[in-house]
């Protein structure tokens, strides 16, 4: 059988509310089994980079459907969506020094790399590592400000340009504004990079994420993901097309210097994007349990993710114990995750969630809620800009 969002805490049962196993993939059985028929034919596989020896024919497979998934013309399997955030960043970096033959690429020879003050860690990462390497220049634009980054991007005279954004933020859960950047794509031809690891599986008809959802899916350049969130597994992966996989391939260091993810993740991996088109009524389920949230609440909520900013440190801590006392696990996010005294309870909806644990999760937030207490609020986005205030990274 499949858990129901549960865990065990200090002998207790706990309802989890702070995974990201939104589609509740993670202990489904046909994953499990998959799993398990992996392990006992193959064992973990070859153990080696995928550049070695580590791809497999299972490999191939989720590559391939993950590329049908996002109507790209090829993929790039990773061991983790870090790893392949980084891996495109470096791979971009390196555009520079291989036009440069040998030398320094002179300013004007950079990549000049636009992105969302509130990306993901491993975007921020791998940007920081190739402007270090002189190989890029760093912009940061304002959260979701299309304004801000048409001025950045009018301003820019290096030729090759790239924004990147998260597509569905995973501290705020607003949507990064697809159908702008796009205009914003039109007007100035660069190069748009997505890391969609909260969007993919949970968003669109069919799960191809934000971009399906916003109708898309053409205008993005490069779509990065993660197999670890609604895939309810492990890896990340690259869907671009195959003159952008190939490049980094031989210059995504995180991808070349890392052994490829294990023969029976592969399978489980496999065998969750099966799962999710054939029992697409979890992602119908995901999106009831959003708007239910949204009416018990009156909270403006768009996504699975929903933050309820208490401020200090000590008050989210406090709000945790709260919810743990009540049954819940929700844990409180602090610094370095997010800026100091915007430290919240982050809470996400699956579909193992039932309608009666939501509200009963509702009435235990009751007094952390928007209106309850002077120094809380909902986060739709507004995080107060991270962790920089100029416009370089």
Not at 81 to 96: H, R
Not at 108 to 125: G, K, M, P, Q
Not at 191 to 210: E, P, Q, S, Y
Not at 284 to 291: G, I, K
């Amino acid at each position: 059988g499949e858990a129901s969002g549960q865990e065990e805490e200090l002998g207790e049962k706990l309802i989890l509310f702070s995974g990201n196993d939104y589609m509740g993939l993670s202990s489904h059985p046909a994953i499990r089994e998959a799993a398990a028929k992996a392990a006992q034919e193959y064992g973990m596989g070859p153990r080696g980079s995928a550049l070695i020896c580590g791809y497999t024919s299972y490999h191939k497979l989720v590559e391939e459907s993950l590329a049908e998934l996002k109507k790209k013309e090829d993929c790039l399997l990773c061991p983790t969506g870090f790893s392949a955030n980084m891996a495109v960043m470096t791979a971009l970096g390196s555009i520079s020094s291989l036009l440069a033959v040998g030398r320094k690429p002179t300013g004007d020879e950079r990549i000049a790399i636009f992105s969302d003050a509130l990306n993901h860690a491993s975007i921020i990462d791998g940007i920081r590592l190739v402007e270090r390497q002189r190989e890029a220049v760093a912009f940061v634009y304002k959260h979701c400000d299309m304004s801000h980054l048409d001025f950045l991007l009018s301003s820019c005279s290096i030729e090759k340009k790239v924004v990147v954004t998260d597509s569905l933020f995973s501290m705020d859960g607003d949507f990064a504004p697809l159908p702008q950047l796009v205009e914003l794509r039109r007007k100035y031809r660069f190069l748009l990079v997505i890391d969609d690891a909260h969007g993919t599986l949970v968003c669109g008809d069919n799960g191809g994420g934000a971009p399906e959802l916003f109708d898309c899916e053409n205008e993005i350049d490069i779509s990065v993901g993660t197999l670890s969130k609604a895939a309810g597994c492990l890896g990340g992966f690259v869907a671009c097309s195959t003159r952008w996989k190939r490049l980094i391939q031989s210059r995504g260091r995180s991808f070349i210097f890392s052994t490829a993810l294990p023969v029976p993740v592969v399978a489980s991996v496999h065998a969750a994007l099966h799962v999710s088109r054939k029992e697409q009524w979890r992602r119908t389920l995901v999106w009831r349990h959003v708007q239910y949230f949204a009416s018990l609440t009156k909270l403006d909520i768009t996504s699975p993710i929903i933050s309820i900013v208490v401020g200090s440190e000590e008050a989210a801590l406090r709000a945790g114990r709260h919810m743990l006392r009540s049954g819940f696990h929700v844990t409180p996010i602090r610094p370095p995750t997010v800026p100091p005294n915007s430290c919240r309870l982050r809470i996400t909806l699956s579909a193992s969630h039932s309608s009666d644990d939501i509200k009963r999760l509702v009435d235990a937030l009751t007094p952390w809620l928007p209106g309850k207490h002077a120094k809380q609020s909902f986060s739709k986005g507004h995080a107060e800009q991270s962790f920089t205030t100029s416009s370089k990274l």
